[in-house]
């Protein structure tokens, strides 16, 4: 943290220290568009609340606030026949305008009916029940989260991590790799640094928090268009770049340090926008005298440009490289090995052709391809080469989606995703042997081969005395090509003001397994007032196995996808404009699980050759309250708790059950936030006159605008299973009785807290901000340890951990 407030003390003495002139107005401008048919909105109103200050949108649709002092603004937009929205705290910047793109949904209005009334929550495209919709502004103010939008998230009753030390989304009690990952209609199986194999989590997020525009989070019953995954999706909406000037940015953040810039293409018929971004762990840590650093970098880019009015071509693209190199001297005795060096990259990338065909009629078709790239190598000093792996994961994929308005009351929607798959597989492991070792008990000097004493009692067990199996060189070397084939059918229709229908038919086709489905969605809003609702959905939900499941063994290609059979329902109340308040009750049913069908045996040692079969099941019930007050008056807040049940049947044991690995029970969470602007304060405006405050103002609490923020979290204890050592063999094995996940980790809990410093100069922003994750240092455990030598460790999550950084525009 030295180099950090090193950096902050530079910057802001430097900038605060200058004679600045009194700060040149900025603007808001930007587009407003049918949520559905993306045609041009014109006659909009557009308006800042509390002020005389606004305007319409011209005949395409645009809007310019010009002549606005830099600050924070409540920005409103309406239009006969559609559902007005508020955009709350836009920050405008010295010289800059902000640009925003804003989508509208339409909605059908009888004045003798329902009125329509002032609403600051923006439901999701297509959803009547979990979900959420989120801008940038509520992404780089959370506490907690360091901008990351996937753990920003688990602000959410129904989302959980895991760990603190991976943004994985686990969503209702379900399991790690269950939720969808979209960015501009790019679907992406894991956007992030040193991300897991077969999940969509990581500790990095290779994604830029300033590129994003707002985000779409269905926690169930989510629409036909998302398939391919059992619990949820979240579906990312990007900014386009400047049209009328290039502009420059420099940023720091847990995601890295690094540049942006972004600008016009063709007088304004297009812009740019790209980021640099690379880690600074090894900075920091070098100096530490520690070896096993992290380094990464990531890249991404967005390019717009208009055809004519009416088409338009996109392109998106991301790319991450992670290495980590750990040396002899950096690993501890927990493990007999040396050299560890990881590699990886991930890349996705696709270009998109956006059709507006009539005022009814949109389309948008995108060409992309992702790939995932994972090499590490596990060697010691003696031994030379124990393990190998290098794995590449490749998808080609055309997608496209079609939006047909048939009238004000019923539109349809469909679409199709062809995916060309190219996975390969090399993984290698060095033969072993299990050795039997002889073990002295306390107060006994014979030596021992029996395998089952308390590891209390042994003083004693480094001599080996049998060879008891040798295991052979283990090696896959596998391709998988294979093609995914996708379609779906909405029908929405709202026979009545206060009724919203949304009825949807999903077909997945794998050709690897040949597994084919057709499911069903159905979601249901009922408006008993203008400000109370009753939501219902239900869905069966199809994924298919986990890509690596494939090359273990010939017999998993007969594996079939795993469904879950997901019903919700919920009330909505409005309490006020801006404070918001959801009941949900929710059901889900597992089945077709893929497991390993060494799950199916008493010993939990039996490697089954690495075969898998359909034998899982399980079921989730739960109930989930979230109430939320938007940042309109100073001070916003978050309440949400979750209480659920989550099982999976024993497979040993047919008939009975366990609680599952992420079955939390209960998850609380509180966030409070106070914003202020201090520039109308006479006492500040003295205070920024003294010599002394150019000087110190790295160090106090206070800039032209603060932001305070706060989030506490609980979590009930984590289930996990007892094991045993045996110190014959100096393994750690679950005995044939033993039920799965009958203990529970300490529950888990801890404090965040954020300070957002923004200074605003004659033509710079500078937003200075101090994220501290675990005030008050709570040991959370995450999990523990089994060594060889008999002993378990416990492995923390993260402790009181300050992370740092900084935003500045020129």
Do not use: C
């Amino acid at each position: 943290m030295k180099q950090y407030f090193v950096i902050i003390t530079v910057l802001i003495t430097t900038i605060v220290g200058v004679e600045n002139p009194a700060p040149q107005p900025g603007g808001i401008r930007g587009v407003v568009i049918d949520s559905h048919t993306e045609q041009a909105l014109p006659g909009v109103n557009v308006y800042i609340l509390d002020s005389g200050i606004g305007t319409a949108t011209d005949v395409e649709g645009r809007f310019t606030l010009e002549k606005l002092a830099p600050g924070s603004y409540h920005v409103r937009f309406e239009m006969m026949g559609y559902e007005p929205q508020t955009k709350l705290n836009l920050p405008v910047s010295p010289d800059r305008y902000l640009e925003l793109t804003i989508r509208l949904q339409q909605t059908v209005l009888e004045m003798q009916d329902i009125v329509v009334t002032p609403d600051f929550f923006k439901k999701a495209k297509d959803a009547v029940i979990s979900d959420r919709s989120v801008d940038f502004t509520e992404i780089i103010s959370d506490p907690g989260s360091s901008m990351d939008v996937q753990r920003m998230m688990q602000t959410l009753p129904s989302v959980v991590s895991g760990t603190d030390q991976y943004n994985e989304v686990i969503v209702r009690g379900g399991a790690p790799g269950e939720n969808l990952f979209v960015m501009d209609h790019i679907e992406i199986p894991n956007p992030n640094h040193f991300g897991d194999q077969g999940s969509g989590g990581g500790p990095i997020s290779m994604i830029n928090p300033l590129f994003i525009s707002e985000v779409d989070f269905y926690a169930g019953s989510f629409p036909a268009r998302y398939g391919d995954k059992a619990s949820s999706a979240m579906d990312i909406q990007l900014r386009e770049g400047n049209r009328e000037k290039r502009e420059l940015g420099i940023d720091m953040a847990m995601h890295g340090i690094g540049a942006m810039v972004e600008g016009p293409i063709q007088n304004g018929q297009g812009s740019y926008l790209f980021s640099y971004h690379k880690s600074y762990l090894d900075l920091i840590i070098a100096s530490t005298g520690m070896t096993s650093i992290p380094k990464y970098y990531s890249l991404q880019g967005k390019v717009v440009y208009d055809l004519n009015q009416k088409h338009r071509l996109i392109w998106n693209g991301v790319y991450g490289n992670d290495k980590i190199y750990i040396e002899e001297d950096a690993y501890t005795d927990i493990s007999n090995i040396y050299l560890v060096d990881i590699k990886g990259y991930e890349y996705a990338s696709g270009i998109s052709w956006k059709g507006l065909w009539s005022q009814n009629l949109y389309s948008l078709l995108t060409l992309y391809k992702v790939e995932n790239f994972w090499w590490n190598k596990v060697s010691t000093g003696e031994k030379g080469l124990l393990a190998l792996k290098d794995d590449t994961e490749s998808n080609l994929a055309l997608k496209g989606d079609l939006v047909y308005r048939i009238s004000p009351r019923s539109e349809i929607t469909t679409g199709f995703s062809l995916k060309n798959l190219d996975y390969s597989y090399h993984n290698w492991s060095d033969a072993d042997t299990l050795f039997g070792y002889h073990y002295f008990l306390d107060g006994s000097p014979v030596p021992q081969e029996l395998t089952v004493w308390p590891y209390s009692g042994i003083v004693d067990s480094s001599i080996a005395v049998a060879e008891l199996e040798y295991y052979d060189v283990w090696e896959i070397d596998h391709r998988v090509e294979s093609r995914k084939l996708a379609a779906h059918f909405q029908y929405k229709w709202n026979p009545f003001a206060r009724i919203t229908l949304i009825g949807g038919l999903r077909y997945d086709y794998f050709d690897y397994t040949g597994f084919a489905s057709l499911t069903p969605r159905l979601g249901l809003s009922y408006h008993f007032t203008p400000v109370t609702r009753l939501n219902f959905g239900v869905g069966r939900h199809y994924q298919s196995p986990v890509n690596y499941y494939l090359a273990l063994n010939p017999l998993n290609s007969n594996l079939k996808n795993k469904y879950t059979d997901q019903v919700v329902l919920g009330f909505e109340h409005l309490f006020a404009r801006d404070i918001r308040a959801t009941i949900e009750f929710y059901s889900r049913q597992y089945n077709d699980i893929p497991i390993p069908v060494s799950m199916t045996t008493a010993d939990s040692l039996d490697r089954s050759d690495n075969e898998y079969i359909n034998a899982g099941k399980g079921h989730v019930e739960g109930i989930e309250l979230f109430f939320q007050k938007k940042l309109y008056d100073r001070f916003h807040w978050i309440l949400s708790y979750s209480y659920y049940v989550s099982k999976r049947e024993d497979p040993r044991y047919p008939g009975k059950e366990y609680v599952s690995s992420f079955d939390f029970r209960n998850v609380f969470t509180f966030v409070l936030g106070y914003k202020e602007d201090l520039r109308d304060r006479s006492w500040y405006r003295q205070i920024k006159e003294q010599s002394w405050y150019k000087w110190t103002a790295w160090l106090l609490p206070l800039a032209d605008e603060i932001e305070i923020s706060l989030r506490w979290r609980y979590l009930g204890g984590k289930p996990y299973t007892l094991q045993k050592y045996d110190p014959y063999t100096q393994r750690w094995y679950i005995s044939a009785g033993q039920p799965y996940n009958t203990e529970r980790f300490p529950d888990y809990h801890r404090l965040d807290l954020l300070l957002a410093r923004r200074f605003i100069f004659n033509k710079v922003n500078l937003v200075v901000f101090l994220d501290v994750q675990n005030v008050y240092n709570r040991d959370n455990i995450w999990d523990y340890s089994y060594t060889k030598d008999g002993k378990k460790e416990v492995i923390y999550q993260y402790k009181l951990m300050p992370v740092g950084g900084f935003t500045l525009e020129l």
